[in-house]
Nanobody, 118 residues
Framework: VQLQASGGGLVQAGGSLRLSCAAS????????VGWFRQAPGKEREYVAA????????YYDDSVKGRFTISRDNAKNTVYLQMNSLKPEDTAVYSC????????????WGQGTQVTVSS
């Protein structure tokens, strides 16, 4: 499974961005796709996830109500709609895929930079 993240950029506080994570290869082997972020000098943290087949969603408390994760199975793509962005959302965002629920985030894509100015 290969993952390609895109959609990052520079936005003012309060603005919106939509990230995309395109999956290719053996996508039938995906259980969940998740988004993670890492700010400079900080540990990577979990943001949100979605099951590949049923569309069940999971969110970290820090983004609930502001971010929405969705998927388009026809396009093998998972999206992260980010609204009401804050400067503390600034980070490199990466997507990852879990082959089985609970198996761990085995496949990783490259990151895309999101910068929120105050």
């Amino acid at each position: 499974v290969q993952l390609q993240a895109s959609g990052g950029g520079l936005v003012q506080a309060g603005g919106s961005l939509r990230l995309s994570c395109a999956a290719s290869g053996r996508t039938f082997g995906i259980s969940r796709v998740g988004w993670f972020r890492q700010a400079p000098g900080k540990e990577r943290e979990y943001v949100a996830a979605i099951t590949w087949s049923g569309g069940r969603t999971y969110y970290d408390d820090s983004v609930k109500g502001r971010f929405t994760i969705s998927r388009d199975n026809a396009k093998n793509t998972v999206y992260l709609q980010m609204n009401s962005l804050k400067p503390e959302d600034t980070a490199v965002y990466s997507c990852a895929a879990e082959p089985r629920l609970g198996a761990g985030w085995y496949y990783w894509g490259q990151g895309t930079q999101v910068t929120v100015s105050s």
